[in-house]
């Protein structure tokens, strides 16, 4: 290279840095010229280009090495394997000493002592400022870079005393999978002549988008669900500090200006957090934003659209915590430069909005630091107080039946810092008795109350009837756990330390007749998908039995795996390794028996006991399917039966060759794409055996097509009346028709569990998600309503009387159609919500194993 380029490179790197410093941050001047900044490092400035989560790591690490400052912590991996990371800055005697900080700071969580003999006077407080979560509202990572290098590198005495008096955590990219996918489409079809036209493709992501994480997942919605490996590493890390102030950046429609908090007013009747988080911290931190704003002269709003209702989200989880979370939303550049009625809205714009408010969130929260701390004791003292005037001292939760369904929801109540104890005795609560080998406490005078609360409370009455997301998460209610509220004092087992539950499946015995698996087990699919994958046959029971064993006699009952070692093609040997590898692996109970004389019920040798063929899934994805539900199908498959799934672009199914597969799922969505020649298609296939699973909006595209002979609930129809007008004012349109959806609530099923679609049930009613207006009108064939709506069907959630009464009580939410040889499976909810519906899952799991062995009367 010569001496000339060298020199070049030099200038041109030199003029990137101080025209981001005169952008960005000129004020925060002088700058520590050891420390690189990010367009020096980068290569680039920031915003020219959207930075990849590789680089983006590599320029925090490059702070961490170059200053005493900072320190680059890891906190988990995504599903590709990206690093999660958080950068810690303060200063360099805080850094040295942060492991006896944070206990103290913890004492302030944990421990009844005074603030003052904890002494937090001097101890700095937690911020943690947290940024794209949704992957393609990018400028949040790229304000990132800029704070975490004003707030190591600059020697200002603003700064400096953010750093004396602060410990601050930069979680740069809390979904690097979904920024990388908008990051690599974004830089794709930037131009050196940047294009403003909305149309221009840069603008105009490809399905599925940026948003999600690796299975299409929205993150900001899986605080609470910890389904994700990005969130249960979060978490764990939020409970280990249990930051005072965290932050949680978006952008918005392009169209839009920008939204701080406070928000509009929380839609519960009684919101659990205290009145002071959303009144005292919100407009305290709400003044240090307004200034920040005003100076640039941006635009903004606040306490509109956007509410902290659901727990959930990254800036209403820390408000459960004994935290403030807020939120920003900036409207978005989609890419470098767009145009809007008001002028070009450009990337290094967005940025800067971002990067202001996240020095300014440090200043508010330096500046009150003793509120905070003082907010953050009461908050934990308010919870067990609210706890003792309840009345209610515990919940009981029991599973006798699936213990992996259990252990599953005991998992996430620990990872929430819920206390759980064993049962000591038997407990008869409200006409149920609690086995304490299968049974547990919750109690209620907990520091995490306000999370146990969060689990278990379910209400019908609501302040607002319009939600930004869902009015019902009473999560007992997703897992399907039974509890009950217990209101008198009782003696605690055990405390439950992990989930685990030092449960191992009995090790298989010897046979030489058959084994047998109870299907009611939550990890039966996985196990029975593995059996079938090595070649063993596999039958199903249509009909309970009770054969002999080892230990007496045990029932089985509709939907029991039955493995025969006659006309298996393998030995005796290799058949007992291959079910005691599964059986240890899923923590599933496989029974040998040496009989098939039954003590009750069928014989093994019933024509009620039916051959399995293994699935071969098919679902269509693209252009008008939704991403979310088709992502929630292939993550269950996955992740958690391990059973692969083509996913097919809708625009390639004329090129497939349906017959491959079995079975084909079409999750909400438009579908169009789809011709008439392409429906016909898929009615020929369906009638040769196969089976057609829907879910939600696309139950009705179906119906509606005539793919199947079942009809939806029409719309009441207004009538023609002269003589009365209706009306209403305009400015309460969004109102009236915002509350006539059904945002998200839980609902009573009345399940037939002697239908293979209600195999592995053991109790007829079940909770449902609900979160459409898809209303199936019941089949005329009545053994084919697999499951209607129970007599008072609501549990938890808002929806509006008529919607209550006119079409979910007289609809049906399963319904299982004739199509010539095949059969359609109509779900009207999506039993796979957001990776969390554990309780209903086998719901559609059960379509998948046992749609061929369905025979409409």
């Known amino acids: 290279m010569t001496k000339a380029i060298s020199s070049l490179i030099v200038i041109i790197l030199l003029t990137s840095t101080l025209w981001s410093q005169d952008y960005y941050y000129q004020k925060y001047a002088p700058f520590d010229p050891g420390i690189p900044s990010p367009p020096s490092f980068l290569g680039y400035d920031i915003g020219d280009y959207h930075s990849r989560h590789d680089r983006i790591v590599a320029y925090l690490e490059a702070l961490a090495a170059s200053s005493d400052r900072a320190h680059l912590i890891d906190y988990g991996r995504t599903h590709e394997g990206r690093r999660l990371v958080i950068l810690q800055i303060s200063t360099e005697q805080h850094l040295k000493q942060i492991d006896a900080l944070r206990e103290r700071h ?68 809390i979904n690097p999978d979904g920024r990388d996918r908008h990051t690599q489409w974004a830089n794709s079809y930037r131009s050196e002549q940047l294009v403003s036209d909305p149309l221009d493709a840069e603008h105009n992501e490809m399905w599925p988008r940026g948003r999600t994480n ?99 989200y990254g800036s209403s989880y820390p408000d459960l915590q004994g935290g403030l979370g807020v939120l920003f939303e900036q409207a978005s550049s989609r890419g470098h430069i767009q145009e809007t009625m008001m002028g070009d809205i450009t990337f290094p714009y967005t940025i800067r909005n971002h990067f202001v408010n996240s020095i300014a969130t440090v200043e508010a929260a330096v500046d009150h630091r003793d509120m905070l701390y003082k907010y953050q004791r009461d908050f934990f003292h308010s919870a067990k107080q609210n706890a003792r005037r309840s009345g209610i001292k515990a919940y009981i939760i029991e599973e006798s039946h699936d213990i992996n369904r259990m252990r599953a929801f005991l998992d996430l109540l620990l990872l929430h810092q819920i206390e759980v104890y064993k049962m000591s005795s038997q407990l008869r609560v409200q006409g149920c008795t609690f086995d304490p080998e299968v049974s547990y406490v919750i ?50 087992g055990d405390r439950v330390q992990n989930a685990d539950l030092n449960h191992e499946p009995n090790p298989i015995g010897t046979t ?62 290799d058949l007992k390794k291959v079910l005691q590898y599964a059986s240890a692996k899923w923590k599933v109970e496989i029974t040998p028996v040496t009989t098939g004389y039954s003590l009750q019920g069928i014989d093994l040798g019933s024509r009620y006991i039916t051959p399995l063929q293994q699935p071969k899934a098919l679902i269509l994805i693209g252009d008008g399917v939704s991403s979310y539900e088709a992502g929630f199908v292939w993550h269950l498959l996955d992740q958690r039966v391990n059973m692969p799934i083509t996913k097919l672009q809708t625009r390639m199914f004329n090129r497939a060759d349906l017959m491959r597969y079995n079975t084909l799922v079409l999750v909400s969505g438009r579908y169009p794409t789809l011709d ?48 009365q007008i209706k009306r209403h ?85 399963i319904v299982v159609s004739r199509v010539g040889s095949g059969r359609a499976v109509l779900y009207a909810e999506d039993p796979n919500f957001r990776g969390t519906w554990y309780g209903t899952n086998k719901l559609f799991l059960n379509a998948l194993f046992f749609g061929n062995i369905i025979r409409i009367p």
């Open 443 to 492: 109690p209620t005078e907990q520091a995490q109350y306000r999370m146990v609360q969060t689990m278990f409370e379910t209400y019908d009455e609501y302040r607002d009837s319009v939600f930004y997301d869902a009015s019902a998460w009473s999560l007992a209610n997703a897992y399907n756990i039974s509890y009950k509220p217990y209101t008198r004092g009782l003696t605690l």
């Open 729 to 813: 004012d305009y400015i309460d349109a969004p109102g009236i028709k915002g509350k006539e959806s059904v945002g998200g609530s839980i609902f009573k099923i009345d399940l037939d569990i002697t239908h293979p679609i209600g195999y592995g049930y053991h109790r007829r009613e079940l909770p449902v998600y609900r979160n459409n207006k898809v209303w199936i009108q019941p089949s005329k064939n009545p053994f084919n309503n697999v499951a209607v709506y129970a007599e008072d069907p609501h549990i938890d959630g808002f929806i509006t009387r008529e919607n209550l009464d006119q079409y979910l009580s007289k609809s049906a939410s």
């Open 512 to 573: 030489d007749y058959a084994y047998i698996m109870s299907w009611e087990d939550y990890n039966a699919p996985a196990v029975l998908f593995y059996l079938q994958s090595q070649g063993v046959r596999t039958k199903v029971a249509q009909r309970p039995f009770t054969l002999p064993v080892q230990s007496g006699e045990k029932e089985f009952s509709y939907g029991s795996i039955v493995i025969p070692l006659q006309k298996q093609d393998m030995n005796r040997e």
């Open 106 to 173: 913890m004492r302030v969580v944990k421990t009844d002592e005074p603030l003052n003999a904890i002494g937090v006077g001097d101890l700095p407080v937690f911020v943690n400022l947290a940024y794209n979560v949704h992957g393609n509202e990018p400028s949040g990572s790229e304000a990132a870079l800029l704070s975490a290098y004003v707030l190591v590198a600059s020697h200002h005495p603003d700064i400096a005393r953010y750093r004396d008096q602060a410990i601050v955590f930069v979680d740069p990219t």
């Open 676 to 723: 008439s020649v392409d429906i016909l298609k898929i009615k020929k296939w369906i009638s040769k055996g196969n089976t057609l699973i829907t879910i939600g909006r696309a139950t009705e595209w179906v119906i509606k097509h005539q793919l199947v002979q079942e009809k939806l609930l029409k719309d009441s129809k207004i009538k023609n009346d002269s003589t």
């Open 214 to 312: 690796h299975y299409w997942f929205d993150l900001n919605r899986d605080w609470l669900l910890a389904v994700h490996p990005e969130s249960r590493g979060k978490l764990q890390w939020y409970h280990d500090w249990y930051p005072n102030v965290v932050t949680d950046f978006h952008e918005m429609g392009t169209r839009s200006t920008y939204f701080f908090e406070p928000m509009k007013a929380n839609g519960s009747l009684d919101p659990i957090m205290p009145v002071e988080n959303y009144t005292m911290l919100n407009d305290t931190f709400a003044r240090y934003y307004q200034r920040a704003m005003d100076r640039l002269g941006s635009l903004y709003f606040t306490k509109e659209i956007f509410d902290g209702t659901y727990p959930g």
